[in-house]
């Protein structure tokens, strides 16, 4: 039986993992190697030559990822960023990109910061309506990137639809999956052609590695891929691999407990007279609840609202004590964080203010506490705005 004929929470535990030949260990070694002994000129006792180019422990990293995102290949990088960076570096001057406006901050800061430099062509659109990317295509688009859920304002966007649109044209779809994890949506199957993930978040799980990867069924992505890994050199090491393949083992059932506490804190906060809105596409009242119901099998811990001005959201996020404030999400703690002045600070004011991004905004990384604690911790803290 191989791994592809396994369910998913079984996969999360075994793909890209068997007993080490040499000890037996249940568990793949962290092999703490920069380099790897030749026997002869041209032949390197285990297959491995240099680590930048190849190290066991990446390589169980990658096919487990890849095993749950139902990809063959997987290239793993040394963080989400430098995994959407390989992808850009795969272009030329003067290719064409379109993007999802309301992607992380630093997503956008790359490509309009460092890339279009360069020479690389970036257009950024409202991807919720499909037609937006249509109109936005040009000869020389190479690449759709979107995330959804988007960060920070949860907008679902229609993968199939947009997956029709990129391969008409001739282009890949990328989706960052960071948001949703693996567990919660298969891009894949809906007609993406490439799904990168910031590791560092939900695959981990623990806040205690930064890291990414790029997964595809695409031979030439993957090839181009592996040889930014040993070109360009942006790889992750061997203990944070490790680490990340520990994290993907629980992934199933955090993501079932992050499901359930995510719509439990929403639910809740929606119905406090504090919050002017609430942003979860698991809320049957969100106009993204049909779409989001259509690809996703849940419905995760990202949760935003907003609560009108600074001075309130300051309140807010001074005033919980189990949710830190701090950036980042998807760990088993709860973070609290304001994307106008941290994840999202380095979008221009006037794009940030066109997507909602406003002073009063505030995004919830609901961990997998109890989740009565949880929801005692906001209610105190909104008593005080
Ligand atoms: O931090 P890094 O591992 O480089 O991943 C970047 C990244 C890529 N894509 C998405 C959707 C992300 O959310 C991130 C990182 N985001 C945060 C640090 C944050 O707090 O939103």
Redesign the pocket.
């Known amino acids: 039986m191989s791994n592809r004929d396994y369910r998913f929470a079984t996969r999360a535990i075994h793909a890209g993992q068997t007993p080490d030949p040499t000890s037996g260990a249940i568990m793949p070694p962290i092999y703490q190697t920069s380099t790897y002994v030749q026997e002869a000129l041209g032949r390197p006792r285990g297959g491995h030559e240099y680590a930048r180019v190849t190290n066991p422990t990446r390589t169980a990293l990658e096919e487990n990822i890849a095993s749950l995102e139902g990809a063959r290949y997987g290239a793993a990088f040394a963080?989400?960023?430098?995994a959407?960076e390989a992808l850009v570096k795969r272009l030329s001057t003067g290719d064409h990109v379109i993007y999802e406006e309301n992607?992380?901050?630093?997503?956008h800061r790359m490509f309009q910061q460092v890339f279009a430099k360069l020479g690389i062509e970036f257009t950024a659109v409202d991807t919720r309506d499909p037609e937006n990317v249509r109109r936005a295509l040009r000869p020389s688009t190479r690449l759709v990137h979107i995330?959804t859920p988007t960060?920070?304002m949860m907008r679902v966007v229609d993968i199939r639809a947009i997956a029709d649109i990129a391969r008409e044209a001739g282009a890949h779809l990328c989706v960052?999956n960071?948001?949703a994890s693996p567990y919660n949506q298969q891009p894949l199957a809906l007609g993406a052609t490439i799904v990168m993930h910031?590791?560092?978040?939900y695959l981990n799980g623990h806040s205690d590695v930064?890291?990414?990867i790029v997964v595809t069924n695409d031979e030439q992505v993957a090839e181009d891929l592996h040889f930014m890994q040993k070109a360009t050199g942006g790889v992750p090491g061997p203990m944070d691999c490790w680490l990340v393949l520990r994290g993907t083992k629980t992934l199933a059932v955090r993501m079932e407990a992050h499901n359930r506490n995510g719509l439990l804190v929403a639910r809740y906060l929606a119905e406090h007279p504090a919050v002017r809105a609430v942003y979860y596409p698991g809320l049957p009242e969100s106009p993204d609840h049909e779409l989001a119901r259509k690809q996703m099998r849940g419905f995760t811990g990202m949760v935003s609202i907003d609560v009108g001005t600074l001075e309130r959201a300051r309140r807010l996020l001074e005033g919980t004590r189990l949710f830190a404030l701090a950036?980042?999400?998807g760990g088993v703690e709860s973070l609290i964080?304001h994307p106008a002045t941290?994840?999202h600070a380095s979008v221009p004011a006037e794009l940030r203010e066109r997507m909602g991004i406003g002073d009063g905004l505030v995004r919830l990384s609901v961990g997998i506490e109890d989740p009565d604690d949880l929801i005692e911790d906001l209610d105190r803290a909104l008593a005080a705005l």
């Open positions: 963080s989400g960023l430098a959407i992607v992380y901050g630093g997503t995330e960060n920070p960052d960071t948001f910031s590791t560092t978040k930064i890291g990414g950036e980042s999400l964080n941290m994840t």
